[in-house]
T-cell receptor
């Protein structure tokens, strides 16, 4: 079964440290999304890529977050420096999005705790 | 600002009861999806609706897209404990390209 793979599944770090989360999207999907989920805010869109090109990262705090897709098999989300308020579950999703629809396939998420 | 508001936020019902979850927005969406998420996992797609007024059925689940494509509802008939989970609506917006905005979520618990 094709699936979206995220690493690490869990990460505990101290404030100020750099955190990098990785995602391997499903082969053949043209769109990759990064979401952050918290109890208070729900699922927030951070950034997304179409055919590896960044299309929208307006949901992302630019001063500390960065998202890249160096090749078709890898998307990364980096936080530097991390802060306690960044604690959340970060999801990567990929999909074959055409016209006005397309199913998103989510990874299992990376649970980040910043102390 | 939350573009997609879901209600209720929480719902606890007995097995066999019916329920409806609402997803509302002041924005128009080109399509709307419903996902279910279980603890420790990512959301999984249940259905996609595209046309205003469209109704889709998935076993005991009935989904409707509003005529103006601003809102949607999910109705579950004779709920079962296996329906327990977080239900999320997601709207696809045209903003140069399509991006998917998720609703606030409805946490459903069905008691046996």
């Amino acid at each position: 079964d094709a699936r979206v793979t995220q690493t690490p599944r869990h990460k505990v770090t101290e404030m100020g440290q750099e955190v990098t989360m990785r995602c391997q999207p499903i082969l053949g999907h043209n769109t990759v999304f990064w979401y952050r989920q918290t109890m208070m805010q729900g699922l927030e869109l951070l950034a997304y890529f179409r055919n590896r090109a960044p299309l929208d990262d307006s949901g992302m705090p630019k001063d500390r977050f960065s998202a890249e897709m160096p090749d078709a098999t890898l998307a990364t989300l980096k936080i530097q420096p991390s802060e306690p308020r960044d604690s959340a579950v970060y999801f990567c999703a990929s999909g074959l999005v055409r016209m006005n629809t397309g199913e998103l396939f989510f990874g299992e998420g990376s649970r980040l705790t910043v102390l | 600002t939350q573009l997609l508001e879901q209600s209720p936020q929480f719902l606890s019902i007995q097995e066999g009861e019916n329920l409806t979850v609402y997803c509302n927005s002041s924005s128009v969406f080109s399509s709307l999806q419903w996902y279910r998420q279980e603890p420790g996992e990512g959301p999984v797609l249940l259905v996609t609706v595209v046309t205003g007024g469209e109704v889709k059925k998935l076993k005991r689940l009935t989904f409707q897209f509003g005529d103006a494509r601003k809102d949607s509802s999910l109705h579950i008939t004779a709920a079962q404990p296996g329906d327990t989970g977080l239900y999320l609506c997601a709207g696809a917006r045209i903003s140069g390209t399509y991006k998917y905005i998720f609703g606030t979520g409805t946490r459903l618990k069905v008691l046996a």
